[in-house]
């Protein structure tokens, strides 16, 4: 259960509210008249939450982490799905790719020589 408090009692037990969060993992909620409240957590506990948030943010990811958990659960011997390999056209598209890509690096110095040789 998280600490409630005021704003006024915070800044007079910072230092305690302080401790509270990094030694215990306590949440603090802090309320101020007139405004939202605010909660004090680790910056450790953060970066966990916020790296949770995004790794469940696209639908891809929550409808995949049910199956990988699951998988990671499962006895050595069970039998998992395979990684699915690249096919031979995938690969030559890659190929094609990086062709094309030498080729303009090739084109492109050849045309920065002749510049040169003409200045």
Not at 1 to 19: D, E, G
Not at 37 to 58: C, G, N, Q, Y
Not at 75 to 86: A, D, F, I, L, Y
Request: no cysteine; glycine share 4%.
């Amino acid at each position: 259960m998280p600490i409630q408090t005021t704003y006024s009692t915070a800044k007079m037990q910072f230092a305690k509210l302080w401790n509270e969060v990094i030694n215990n993992q306590e949440v603090v909620i802090i309320s101020k008249r007139g405004t939202e409240d605010v909660a004090m957590i680790s910056a450790s506990e953060l970066s966990e939450l916020l790296e949770t948030r995004h790794l469940l943010r696209p639908a891809t990811s929550r409808k995949r982490l049910p199956q990988t958990s699951e998988r990671a659960e499962s006895p050595k011997g069970k039998r998992r799905t395979p990684v699915k390999k690249e096919t031979k056209d995938t690969e030559a598209g890659y190929r094609e790719m990086a062709n094309d890509e030498f080729r303009e690096a090739e084109a492109s110095a050849w045309a920065g020589n002749n510049q040169r040789q003409k200045a």
